[in-house]
């Protein structure tokens, strides 16, 4: 079955450390997004990729990166991990190309704890 | 600026006792409406999406329902493994896909 995954499924580092979370999705969806979640606040979305070599900012994206060389992955990385970023993170994928209105479906989720 | 605010926070419930949560919704221009369950320790389960006012969608003991303002999901005797939180979201304006979400609602259903 296809299906999306996030690895690790929990991680903790040190502040100023370089972190990936990696993101996987076999359903061949061409947009993929990262969130995070954290009490009060809901989801909010960090990046998104509409397909290869693309990538977009989204409502929070200060101290992260994407980078999409293939349909199936979306590494998100933080590159000086610091303690607000502690969080759960998701991935998530959606079939249309382009502007659509369409169902993203959620991977399991990386909880991080930066310390 | 779009917003989304879910009502109320947590609810408890016996089982079999109906009742409904509240999704209210401020965007300019609705694409859609989805309705998200979401159990401790995992990702964001679809269950619907709504397109336009007046549309219902139902599954099993949820029934989801839309008006220009708000979206209610309705839940018919709910059973202990309808406990979780249910996350509302909102695609709204054009250019892309992005999902603005309230906080959800906690549903505690006991026997």
């Known amino acids: 079955d296809a299906e999306i995954t996030q690895s690790p499924r929990h991680k903790i580092t040190e502040t100023g450390r370089q972190v990936t979370l990696a993101c996987h999705q076999t359903?061949?969806?061409?947009?993929m997004f990262w969130y995070r979640q954290d009490l009060g606040h809901g989801l909010r979305l960090i990046h998104y990729?509409?397909?290869?070599?693309?990538?977009n900012k989204g409502e929070v994206s200060d101290g992260y990166s994407v980078s999409r060389s293939n349909t199936e992955d979306l590494p998100l990385t933080l590159e000086s991990a610091a303690s607000s970023q502690t969080s759960v993170y998701f991935c998530a994928s959606s079939e249309s190309a382009g502007f659509g209105t369409d169902t993203q479906y959620f991977g399991p989720g990386t909880r991080l704890t930066v310390l | 600026e779009d917003q989304v605010t879910q009502s109320p926070e947590a609810l408890r419930l016996q089982e079999g006792e109906s009742s409904s949560l509240n999704c209210s919704y401020t965007v300019s221009g609705l694409r859609g409406l989805f309705w998200y369950r979401q159990d401790p320790g995992k990702g964001p389960e679809f269950l619907f999406t709504?397109?336009?006012a007046g549309e219902e969608k139902e599954k099993e003991r949820l029934k989801a329902t839309l008006t220009k303002k708000e979206s209610f999901l309705h839940i018919t005797a709910p059973k202990p493994e309808d406990s979780a939180t249910y996350l509302c979201a909102v695609q709204a304006g054009t250019g892309f896909q992005k999902l603005v979400f309230g906080t959800g609602t906690r549903l505690l259903v006991s026997p």
């Open positions: 990729s509409y397909g290869v070599q693309d990538t």
């Open positions: 359903w061949n969806h061409n947009n």
């Open positions: 709504l397109y336009s």
